[in-house]
């Protein structure tokens, strides 16, 4: 595997469900980003993981929880979503930003369907 | 808030021509501009990257310029093809130590044979 890799690639889940997303990066890179995206909406970031910490999270209701394990790996926690959650949901990774901005890579994303 | 806008949202050529797509940001003070393409349901290709501090980067049949002082960024596409159609997206970078990327929501751009 190479690159940023993302499973599911399709997820449809009920409202009282409980699912995950998983992110994994082979770049060695040493943050993680979680976007949505919606139709006719910019990206919106969710939550960033630089050096296995929580360094951003942009009011992201708690529905959403991340968990990032390891450099390498990122999680996405979902129970109790609601239909507006669906949306095509894409993991990024790149060097810590903090002392300068590095080029983002991007996952193939899990669209996600909540019915 | 920075704010990110590509203008035309769509855009439709002939195979051959070439075009420019335009991308303005509200505050200047950006660390590094990027352009990714998307294409449909999938996740996105990163482009260019250009730095605060250059004015244009170049790979292939892109050029994309950065004038900071203007908001504006460019993606100029030479002898457009079929393959690329596809959308084009512009992000800008909040500075060192944000990890802020606000995009645009895109340029969708067909390249008709």
């Known amino acids: 595997e190479t690159g940023v890799t993302q499973t599911p690639r399709h997820l449809v889940m009920g409202m009282t469900n409980k699912k995950s997303l998983k992110c994994e990066q082979h770049l060695g890179h040493n943050a993680m980003y979680w976007y949505k995206q919606s139709a006719k909406k910019p990206l919106e970031l969710m939550f960033v993981?630089?050096?296995?910490?929580?360094?951003e999270n942009n009011s992201v209701p708690s529905r959403f929880s991340p968990e990032c394990p390891n450099s390498s790996h990122l999680f996405l926690h979902l129970h109790t979503l609601q239909p507006e959650d669906s949306a095509l949901y894409l993991c990024a990774s790149s060097q810590d930003p903090s002392g300068r901005a590095y080029e983002q890579y991007f996952g193939p994303g899990t669209r996600l369907t909540v019915t | 808030k920075q704010e990110v806008t590509q203008i035309p949202a769509a855009l439709s050529v002939p195979e051959g021509e070439n075009l420019v797509l335009n991308c303005s940001f509200t505050?200047?003070?950006?660390?590094?501009l990027q352009w990714f393409r998307q294409d449909p349901g999938k996740g996105l290709t990163s482009l260019l990257l250009i730095q605060s501090s250059q004015r244009e980067q170049t790979s292939g049949r892109l050029n994309a310029s950065l004038d900071k002082s203007s908001g504006r960024s460019t993606l100029y596409i030479a002898a457009s093809q079929p393959g690329d159609s596809a959308t084009y997206l512009c992000?800008?970078?909040?500075?060192?130590?944000?990890?802020?990327?606000?995009f645009g929501k895109g340029t969708k751009l067909s390249v008709i044979p």
């Open positions: 992000a800008a970078w909040g500075g060192a130590g944000s990890y802020q990327l606000t």
């Open positions: 505050d200047s003070a950006i660390y590094n």
């Open positions: 993981y630089s050096l296995e910490e929580r360094v």
